[in-house]
């Protein structure tokens, strides 16, 4: 996960390709993401009106523990982001 300002992109295990989103923080501990178009043609299942809801649950010094759900599906998942370098 690379995040700028106000866009975030990522590539996940197993992949080549990056996703990208627009980060909106809605507090300190929470912000939604909202695929680009980049990600909506990477993956065109996506409904039209996705988003996913990201809360910061703990943190340390180089990580965090975040849950994670969409709007779309039915799950929550746990993980923990490390910070890698500045």
């Not at 995040?3 to 627009?22: A, K, P, W």
């Not at 180089?62 to 370098?85: A, G, M, P």
Request: charged share 20%; hydrophobic share 30%.
């Amino acid at each position: 996960i690379n995040r700028f300002e106000n866009r975030q992109s990522e590539i996940s295990e197993g992949r080549t390709d990056s996703t990208t989103y627009i980060v909106k923080w809605v507090n300190e501990c929470t912000y939604i993401l909202t695929p680009t178009k980049q990600t909506f043609k990477i993956y065109p299942s996506l409904p039209k009106n996705a988003t996913l809801t990201i809360n910061i649950i703990e943190t340390s010094d180089s990580s965090y523990i975040q849950t994670s759900t969409s709007n779309f599906y039915d799950l929550t998942l746990t993980s923990e982001v490390i910070r890698l370098k500045e």
